[in-house]
């Protein structure tokens, strides 16, 4: 469902822009691997010592987020890259449900839910909207039971919340709630880099549309 102009929390994001400027393309998609792997592969060659834990998760971080980067820049619709970025969402992170929400160039806000068909309050992905709106950075709540920042239900759940921002400006959202399991910051560091493909593949492809 999408959000109409008299909902809309916010004026377009292409209104809110200092001065008129076109939105940076995404790359050309080419054949070449970056030099992150590269490197990985001389690495071997030379039998060098395992890298520490951390190190190799954030390269395995970054390879995903190359693939992720790859694939937004083929995509030809606005609901492939929903499906392609709720998808990575589903695959990457442990979470119960969640929705992804992002707003196209006529103001209205387009709201894509993970499981499919779940249920939200408007008011819920209003205030996540708004919230993100007025945040630089990802919010986590360890436990709503004790933070009532990001809503609480009566239920003890971590929550998460990013706001997708291109060139400064807050382009749509990522709401992400689990039960059980708290997010933790291994997962805020790959949803840092994701939120900024995320942001610029949504740009791109609105205004491709519109």
Not at 86 to 106: D, M, W
Request: charged fraction near 25%.
């Amino acid at each position: 469902p999408a959000f109409g102009p008299a909902e809309t929390p916010t004026t377009p994001w292409d209104q809110r822009q200092e001065a008129p400027s076109p939105w940076p393309a995404l790359a050309p998609q080419t054949d070449e691997e970056p030099d992150y792997v590269a490197q990985e592969a001389t690495r071997s060659s030379h039998h060098v010592s395992p890298a520490p834990p951390r190190v190799d998760r954030e390269r395995r971080q970054l390879k995903v987020l190359y693939q992720v980067s790859k694939r937004c820049m083929n995509a030809q619709s606005l609901e492939e890259l929903d499906s392609l970025l709720v998808g990575v969402l589903e695959r990457a992170v442990k979470f119960n449900r969640g929705f992804l929400t992002y707003q196209l160039p006529s103001g209205d806000w387009k709201l894509v839910l993970s499981p499919a068909g779940e249920r939200w309050g408007r008011h819920h992905v209003r205030d996540a909207v708004q919230l993100a709106l007025a945040r630089e950075d990802l919010v986590v709540v360890p436990n709503s039971s004790h933070d009532h920042t990001l809503g609480h239900d009566g239920v003890a759940d971590s929550r998460l919340l990013l706001p997708l921002r291109c060139r400064g400006i807050v382009v749509g959202a990522v709401f992400l709630l689990s039960v059980g399991a708290a997010f933790d910051d291994e997962i805020g560091d790959f949803l840092a880099l994701f939120g900024d493909i995320a942001a610029l593949a949504l740009v791109n492809c609105s205004r491709g549309e519109s």
